[in-house]
T-cell receptor
Framework: KNQVEQSPQSLIILEGKNCTLQ??????????LRWYKQDTGRGPVSLTI?????NTKSNGRYTATLDADTKQSSLHITASQLSDSASYIC????????????FGPGTRLSVLP | DAEITQSPRHKITETGRQVTLACHQT?????MFWYRQDLGHGLRLIHY???????NKGEVSDGYSVSRSNTEDLPLTLESAASSQTSVYFC????????????FGPGTRLTVL
């Protein structure tokens, strides 16, 4: 069964600190992996997308990594800000046909002053 | 600016009533999607459309229907609302292609009593 798991379920850090969120997936065949940020009460917004051949992709203070062999991805947030408080969702697309997107349950990040 | 909107933002209804949630996008995207988001679950696909008069069932389509009469709108109808359909509903749209970034609306919180 195609699944996407994320850890930790929730995380609390102090402003200015770094953190890393994990995503493990069993989706096969693999097309791409995307990280979304979802603020409370809002829809998800895309941060990065990576295909099979990409290992790292950055978007400002957000850096995503992908290991397609072990089917793992991580999202690293550098110098966290209060505005980073949100849920971060890992989404894996299974193939190039149809709408085979599998969404992870998300990691809830709280950044405290 | 182009955008995607949903209405209403909050809705309370009774079991057995028919409910329609609206979704409107001004990007002229061909693809539109409806998801539901529940605690502990990732977003799950209800229905999607690749263009006018095209509709397809997603993972959790039972009890829901959609119709696409124009490019901009994809209303979601709950034929006979059930308490299990209490959830937050997100509409999304995309241009299409392998990248397939989806742009999400702000969500509708539906409570079925």
């Amino acid at each position: 069964k195609n699944q996407v798991e994320q850890s930790p379920q929730s995380l609390i850090i102090l402003e200015g600190k770094n953190c890393t969120l994990q995503c493990n997936y069993t989706v096969s065949p693999f097309s791409n992996l995307r990280w979304y940020k979802q603020d409370t009460g809002r829809g998800p917004v895309s941060l990065t997308i990576m295909t099979f051949s990409e290992n790292t992709k950055s978007n400002g203070r957000y850096t995503a990594t992908l290991d397609a062999d072990t089917k793992q991805s991580s999202l690293h947030i550098t110098a966290s800000q209060l505005s980073d408080s949100a849920s971060y969702i890992c989404v894996v697309r299974g193939d190039n046909y149809g709408q085979n997107f599998v969404f992870g349950p998300g990691t809830r990040l709280s950044v405290l002053p | 600016d182009a955008e995607i909107t949903q209405s209403p933002r909050h809705k309370i209804t009774e079991t057995g009533r028919q409910v329609t949630l609206a979704c409107h996008q001004t990007w002229n995207h061909n693809n539109m999607f409806w998801y539901r988001q529940d605690l502990g679950h990732g977003l799950r696909l209800i229905h999607y459309s690749y263009g006018v008069h095209d509709t397809n069932k997603g993972e959790v389509s039972d009890g829901y229907s959609v119709s696409r009469s124009n490019t901009e709108d994809l209303p979601l109808t709950l034929e006979s609302a059930a308490s299990s359909q209490t959830s937050v509903y997100f509409c999304a749209s995309s241009v299409g292609g392998t990248d397939n970034e989806q742009f999400f609306g702000p969500g509708t919180r539906l409570t079925v009593l």
